[in-house]
């Protein structure tokens, strides 16, 4: 479960395209499958402050 938090980094919108050939510990659920999809996607941090990729923002 995540924390919910306000500070936003970024919104973006797009299209999710998903290739045939997945192995199939990848293909399941919304990638079992070839297509395309849009998405929106809003990306944040979760202490409000900007954390390099390796530290958690939340106690393990």
Do not use: N, W, Y
């Not at 973006?12 to 297509?35: C, M, N, R, S, Y």
């Amino acid at each position: 479960m995540r924390p919910s938090h306000a500070k936003s980094s970024a919104c973006v919108v797009g299209d999710l395209t998903i290739h045939a050939g997945l192995p199939a510990e990848l293909a399941q659920g919304l990638f079992a499958k070839p297509g395309t999809h849009p998405v929106a996607v809003r990306i944040a941090q979760g202490l409000g402050e900007t954390l390099p990729g390796h530290v958690a923002d939340i106690p393990a």
